[in-house]
């Protein structure tokens, strides 16, 4: 018998891992974001497709890059000013192999079909942890609200949904919210679709509770990703309170974050927008979250304003959070704002847990450097999957024509965040330490592949 090597296993598996990423990038040049997810995901499953000659076979690695469909189309518009205004609209309907294509819409200058790719592949893995049966997708369009009316964003939003509308349906595709599009561009773009189909039905999700919303759904994303920390520290035998914890953004995520965090004892530190970083080393309690509220989601304002209205915090124009000592760390802002000097900083600094509430904040060198220390580090697409998973309920509660209580839904959230960590725990432990980014990847491919092979060759 012929004995083979870990290290001639490793390499075989690192050049398929070379081959197939040369092969992608020359299919999809340009698409930095998609490139990144694509081989973090990869490494982790190669050896998985290695040794199960069905996925090798149905090619399903292969298949699984190559987006469904990719739709984009015009969205033209007329300000408060009465001009044309032209943006680009997308949709990325990844795969549909467990349920319809669930996703988020981004409104934000910097959207592409390259950046929407990388968020509806890694949407198809953080779906598929969350064992709720929803496919992969994503969309939006380089609209940016900010500083626009009411008015103007609801033109646009009717103008996307009026081209979007011919793609999407409650057993098709069920878009939800992202960067830039909240409760209220979440009602106008169903105001909208139901205008044009007639139809009063779950083809959104993060609607207002008035009209066929869950609760808790603005909470879920930033309170899962504390209720994962809390999981990885109790692997410990830790909890979040009496932690130090940093959060980056000022948006849903990370108040709700903030919220959670302070309601389990823990002290935040900062908070952030793209202008740069507020350090309150009294605590963003909250009383003073409550302001933040205001100023984010009413007033539109900017968090230097913090700095302003509470005059022991220092503001930091153009930094990120993570030069701040802290305990915990919630990256929750926007992909890639964790970079290799950002988390040896971090790690230099004491903190020894990072849940992130972004999708892929971490740079691949920021997470090298994360597992090299061997802190609990909770990757996105197991982290953050509270905001899908609640999106989920109210899939079903609408189905149904139904409603849950808010102590419900938190009740059910509570359980898919410990089934999550559980998965990743069980596919990620390596001796005494648990890598939760082979553990989500693994976990959440699987279920995929095999619905893949099931189905046949389509």
Known sequence: MTIVSNSVKHSAVDSRVDSFMEALVGQFPGEREFHQAVQEVVKSVMPVVLDNAAYLKAKVLERLVVPDRVISFR????????????????????????GPYKGGLRFHPSVTAGLLKFLAFEQVFKNSLTTLPMGGGKG???????????????????AF??????????????????????????????????????????????????FGGSQLRP??????????????????????????????????????????????GAKVLTLSDSGGTIVDM????????????????????????????????????????????????????????????????LVNNGCYCVSEGANMPSTPEAVDVFQAARILYGPGKAANAGGVAVSGLEMTQNAGCMRRSRDEVDTQLQRIMKSIHENCVRYGRENDYVDYVRGANIAGFTKVADAMVQQGYI
């Open 140 to 158: 939006g369009a380089d609209f940016d609200p900010k500083g626009r009316s009411d008015a103007e964003v609801m033109r646009f939003c009717q």
């Open 161 to 210: 949904m009026s081209e979007l509308f011919h793609h999407i349906g409650p057993d098709i595709d069920v878009p939800a919210g992202d960067i830039g599009v909240g409760g209220r561009e979440v009602g106008y773009l169903f105001g909208q679709y139901r205008k044009l189909t007639k139809r009063f039905n779950g083809v959104l999700t993060g609607k207002g509770v008035n």
């Open 75 to 98: 969205v033209v518009w007329v300000d408060d000013a009465g001009d044309v205004q032209v943006n680009r609209g997308y949709r990325i309907q990844m795969s549909s192999l467990i």
């Open 219 to 264: 909470e879920a994303t930033g309170y899962g990703a504390v209720y994962f920390a809390s999981e990885m520290l109790a692997m410990r035998g830790e909890s979040v309170e009496g932690k130090t914890a940093t959060v980056s953004g000022s948006g849903n995520v990370a108040i709700y974050t903030v919220e959670k965090l302070n309601a389990l």
């Open 282 to 345: 009294d605590g963003i309690d909250p009383e003073k979250l409550e302001w933040v509220k205001d100023l984010k989601t009413v007033r539109y304002g900017r968090i230097s304003e913090y700095a302003q209205r509470y005059p022991n915090a220092e503001y930091l124009p153009g930094e990120r959070p993570w030069r701040v000592p802290c305990d915990l760390a919630f990256p929750s802002a926007t992909q890639n704002e964790i970079e290799a000097c950002d988390a040896e900083t």
